[in-house]
């Protein structure tokens, strides 16, 4: 079955400090995603990553920067965390640049 | 750029009814076309998708048709229950293969008993 894992999945941070989320995935899915989703404005793309070390802005990179080390593996980082980034953030992973995306559970971020 | 425009707001139904939500998409070519479900306090799921003029797609009782003369993808279900009352959401490929999906706003679907 095929699972896209999201940790974690409920997190509270202080303005200012450092933010990891955590995202795998156990299909060696070549392509993984980052959205967050805010109440009437759907989903929106924060970074897509095409493979180990190739990542690419979406529409909303700016103040998040991505990892993938491993191909199971995407971290989405958000340095000195601010208010308005309080959101839910999906994960998602895809066989390839035309395939369907599969979602992750979330995690709910809590930026005080 | 590429759009998608879908039922506004939330669709009020009662169990056993008809369900259309409609989907128009703004693109060139012969892009994929996708629905997502939502249930509250979990992720997107892939409900089915179409990639081609006049091609169906279905699962679980929902069924939607690409039709690229009216450039629409409506998602229909000839009876709901309540078990799917969630968030439904229409989805654009990208056609210049980046990889990225272009969402709808998602219509919000509930279901009386």
């Known amino acids: 079955d095929m699972k896209v894992t999201q940790m974690p999945r409920y997190l509270i941070k202080r303005m200012g400090e450092n933010v990891l989320l955590e995202c795998g995935q156990d299909?060696?899915?070549?392509?993984m995603y980052w959205y967050r989703q805010d109440p009437g404005l759907g989903l929106q793309l924060i970074y897509i990553?095409?493979?180990?070390?190739?990542?690419s802005e979406g529409d909303i990179p700016k103040g998040y920067r991505v990892s993938r080390k491993k191909r199971e593996h995407f971290s989405l980082i958000l340095d000195s965390a601010k208010t308005n980034q309080t959101s839910v953030y999906f994960c998602?992973?895809?066989?390839?640049?035309?395939?369907?995306?599969?979602f992750g559970p979330g995690t709910r971020l809590l930026v005080l | 750029g590429d759009s998608v425009t879908q039922t506004e707001g939330q669709v009020a139904l009662s169990e056993e009814d008809f369900l259309t939500i409609h989907c128009n998409y703004s693109?060139?070519?012969?892009?994929?076309l996708f629905w997502y479900v939502q249930y509250p306090g979990e992720g997107p799921q892939f409900l089915f998708r179409?990639?081609?003029?006049?091609e169906k797609g279905s699962s679980r009782g929902f069924e939607a048709t690409y039709d690229k003369g009216t450039t629409s993808f409506h998602l229909r279900k000839a009876s709901v229950q309540e078990s799917d009352s969630a968030v439904y959401y229409c989805?654009?490929?990208?056609?210049?293969?980046?990889?990225?999906?272009?969402f709808g706003h998602g219509t919000i679907l509930r279901v009386h008993p």
């Open positions: 998602a992973s895809s066989p390839g640049q035309q395939d369907t995306q599969y």
């Open positions: 299909m060696s899915h070549e392509t």
């Open positions: 990553s095409y493979d180990v070390d190739s990542n």
């Open positions: 693109a060139s070519g012969y892009p994929a």
């Open positions: 179409a990639s081609r003029d006049k």
């Open positions: 989805a654009l490929g990208d056609g210049a293969n980046t990889g990225k999906l272009t």
